[in-house]
């Protein structure tokens, strides 16, 4: 390690310059580009620049060396005693601001981590996430609606035939001659419609909102 630390710098910049333990650490302006973290035993190779994407973060801090006096294990890794799972996603966010998660990762496990290394944008969006998905969960199964018309015997047919998407025909009551017309008795019926009311994912009720014509 002694020739390569008396070399020029530039060396420092490729990931072999990492491999010599630092006995102090450099001035903070000569820092490699790359970075290593030792999570909870598995090591993460990554930049400083992608650590420092979120300034307030606890990565940003360490990385900087600014008041964290973090330990380092003998690749000159720094250590950090937290669940190695999470932590890819985190990466990973700070890398390209998305949120990857396997289907069997569980969103709480991240909130944890994302608010251990204080992470603000990835707070809100796992929270937004979880709020989400527990709507999505309390508003199932379906709701089903149902609505009442009143019509006459002729009108019985244009009405079925003209009734709106998603309303499905349910019962015809008869229920006699209420009205005289002149001399005609004309048959009125109650007729029950029902439809099934989904939820839409910005959380409205979807209804179309032209009723059947009657």
Not at 25 to 43: D, H, I, S
Not at 148 to 163: A, K
Request: with cysteine.
């Amino acid at each position: 390690g002694v020739r390569m630390r008396m070399e020029g710098r530039e060396e420092m910049q490729g990931a072999v310059g990492l491999r010599c333990t630092w006995d102090i650490p450099p001035p903070a302006g000569t820092q490699a580009k790359w970075v290593r973290l030792n999570v909870g035993g598995t090591v993460f190779l990554t930049t400083r620049q992608t650590l420092c994407r979120e300034q307030k973060s606890f990565l940003c801090r360490l990385c900087q060396g600014e008041e964290l006096q973090s330990d380092r294990d003998e690749t000159g890794a720094y250590l950090i005693d937290r669940d190695p799972t999470y932590f890819g996603p985190i990466l990973n966010f700070l890398r390209h601001g998305k949120l990857v998660l396997d289907k069997d990762m569980a969103e709480e496990g991240i909130l944890e981590e994302a608010e251990f290394y204080n992470i603000g944008p990835l707070i809100r969006m796992i929270k937004d996430r979880m709020e989400e998905k527990d709507y999505t969960v309390t508003q199932v199964p379906p709701k089903h609606v149902y609505r009442v018309l009143q019509c006459q015997e002729e009108e019985l047919t244009q009405m079925v035939s003209t009734m709106s998407d998603g309303w499905r025909f349910e019962q015809l009551v008869n229920i006699g001659s209420s009205y005289n017309y002149g001399n005609e008795d004309q048959t009125e019926f109650l007729c029950v419609v029902s439809k099934e009311l989904y939820n839409s994912p910005n959380g409205l009720s979807s209804e179309p909102s032209h009723k059947a014509k009657v």
